[in-house]
């Protein structure tokens, strides 16, 4: 039987507001998995268009959210979005950091006053998203694991594929997922580590048209600093991306938009800043 089986199927039923959850249970294997390596051949991913028939949309605002990579810049960025949204808009928020120990304290503090809970967990292990899925009961996963280009390990690709595991199982079957991505992952593999392991989180998303129909994948220019400035243009068809960095602030504000009003699932969409 495999971790994810072994991970107890019941939540708990009540989790304290802003309680920050240890990793893991007396039953739960909280191991670091090792990214998969690829031995698949040369792979063209479409850079621009839908990767499904119909570019799909919902009505239906998330109710639950859980931010993956929630230590890094993107993911505070968006959890300081999604808590400036008004009521009606904001979902419960949860976040997902591997070590409380490395985790900034004043990341940790933005954790607890304006997220339910932030869950220490390995992204890359299936029985933590598992765990951390049951936890937060959310309807909407960000993924916004930062590339480790100094290292160059393939951990994005490693949490794709952790995190499509658990989706594919019947109690998620309804979970959308946001992934942030990068504007060269729909290069060729064999184009260097850090652009490999962007296209295998991608591909891991898009192999299962299950999981494939509600993910929307993002893919900015390189990422900066700054404040909103609501200049992020979606680069439509062929369209060259600019050599200008993408604002996190204006990407963490589309990827709430998705959140509330999902227009995009079954998409790659290719976004970047721009002057206006």
């Known amino acids: 039987m495999n971790t994810l089986a072994k991970t107890t199927m019941k939540a708990k039923k009540s989790v304290s507001a802003r309680a920050f959850l240890r990793s893991a249970d007396d ?3 909280t191991s670091t998995s090792s990214p998969s390596s690829r031995n698949s051949t040369a792979t063209d991913t479409d850079t621009e268009e839908d990767f499904t028939s119909c570019n ?21 960025e968006t959890l300081r979005q999604l808590a ?46 598992h765990r951390a899925l049951l936890i937060s ?19 994005r690709t490693a949490n794709a594929e952790a995190t499509a595991q658990v ?3 019947p109690p ?27 296209a295998g989180q991608e591909l891991a998303f898009t192999t299962d048209f299950r999981i494939r129909e509600r993910t929307t ?39 709430v938009k998705q959140v509330i009003q999902p227009d995009h699932l079954g998409s790659v969409v290719n976004v970047a800043s721009v002057k206006q």
């Open 27 to 29: 039953n739960s294997t």
């Open 56 to 76: 799909g949309s919902s009505s239906i605002s998330s109710q639950s959210v859980l931010i993956v990579g929630a230590g890094g810049h993107t993911g505070v």
């Open 84 to 129: 400036d949204q008004p009521a009606e808009n904001k979902p419960a928020i949860f976040g997902m950091t591997r070590n409380f120990k490395t985790t900034p304290q004043e990341t940790m503090e933005l954790y607890q006053k304006h997220s339910e809970s932030l869950i220490e967990g390995d992204p890359t292990c299936s029985a933590d998203i």
């Open 137 to 155: 009961n959310a309807d909407t996963i960000i993924v916004c694991v930062g590339a480790d280009r100094k290292n160059k390990t393939n951990v």
């Open 167 to 169: 989706l594919r199982h």
């Open 172 to 198: 998620f079957h309804h979970v959308r997922v946001i992934v942030v991505s990068w504007t060269n992952a729909g290069m060729r593999f064999g184009m260097g580590k850090s652009r490999d392991d962007d």
């Open 217 to 255: 994948i993002v893919r900015p220019t390189a990422l900066s600093f700054g404040k909103k400035s609501q200049s992020l243009k979606i680069l439509q068809g062929k369209e060259k991306a600019p050599r200008s960095p993408t604002n996190r602030a204006d990407l963490a504000g589309w990827v």
